[in-house]
Nanobody, 124 residues
Framework: QVQLVESGGGLVQAGGSLTLSCVAS????????MGWFRQAPGKEREFVAS????????VYADSVKGRFTISRDNAKNTLYLQMNSLKPEDTAVYYC?????????????????WGQGTQVTVSS
């Protein structure tokens, strides 16, 4: 099992930027892919971005392409999500997740470990 702890959420104005971090601990050696998901009130959890732990291959949701960047620091067991040009519709709780295998079309079903979430609120 991998334990995940997110940080970096907060309140930002539309057009602003935030960087989320997620520190992994425990059985990190079995991690093949990590990702970010988000869930807005009354909506289902949705995929945001993923990255393979080896090779750094990335996948993004269409809604965040060109604005968000996912990255990782293997030495620090840390995952990042740089969010630029934020919009009010980006408001959600953002979750970090880890998977023991790689999927070319990631969904929540692929990930077995989850963080507790961090709130991102974008004001208009």
């Amino acid at each position: 099992q991998v334990q995940l702890v997110e940080s970096g959420g907060g309140l930002v104005q539309a057009g602003g930027s935030l960087t989320l971090s997620c520190v992994a601990s425990g059985r990190t050696s079995v991690t093949a892919m990590m990702g970010w998901f988000r869930q807005a009130p009354g909506k289902e959890r949705e995929f945001v971005a993923s990255i393979t732990w080896i090779g750094g291959r990335t996948v993004y949701a269409d809604s965040v392409k060109g604005r968000f960047t996912i990255s990782r620091d293997n030495a620090k067991n840390t995952l990042y999500l740089q969010m630029n040009s934020l919009k009010p519709e980006d408001t959600a709780v953002y979750y970090c997740a880890a998977s023991t295998y790689i999927s070319s079309r990631p969904s929540a079903l692929n990930f077995g470990s989850w963080g507790q979430g961090t709130q991102v609120t974008v004001s208009s």
